[in-house]
Nanobody, 122 residues
Framework: QVQLVESGGGLVQAGGSLRLSCAASGSIFSINTMGWYRQAPGKQRELVATITGGGSTNYVDSVKGRFTISRDNAKNTVYLQMNSLKPEDTAVYYC????????????????WGKGTLVTVSS
């Protein structure tokens, strides 16, 4: 019933910018921490950035100064603004959110989007 849907992926040249969006929908009571992960071909999925319900953020070292995570609580949406993109950023980007559903579990559960592909050309 609870779903996350990513959008905004695509092909961009090195040095360019892209903004990813992830909207949560369904029977939601509350959303705790939200984040972005990525998985490059042949690599393990890694955490890129997180943002708590209070707005505290964390980033993996490789994207600090280039990426910015933010959220719009009224829209149940998290964003990832990606600037100065590098070919090494090429990956499928996945949205993650810890959500407390309205209709069943009284505690937070992790939900995942299906992913959006970001390709950075050299």
């Amino acid at each position: 019933q609870v779903q996350l849907v990513e959008s905004g992926g695509g092909l961009v040249q090195a040095g360019g910018s892209l903004r990813l969006s992830c909207a949560a929908s369904g029977s939601i009571f509350s959303i705790n921490t939200m984040g972005w992960y990525r998985q490059a071909p042949g690599k393990q999925r890694e955490l890129v950035a997180t943002i708590t319900g209070g707005g505290s953020t964390n980033y993996v070292d490789s994207v600090k100064g280039r990426f910015t995570i933010s959220r719009d609580n009224a829209k149940n949406t998290v964003y990832l603004q990606m600037n100065s993109l590098k070919p090494e950023d090429t990956a499928v980007y996945y949205c993650n959110a810890n959500i407390i559903p309205r209709d069943s579990r009284p505690y937070g559960m992790d939900y995942w989007g299906k992913g959006t592909l970001v390709t950075v050309s050299s």
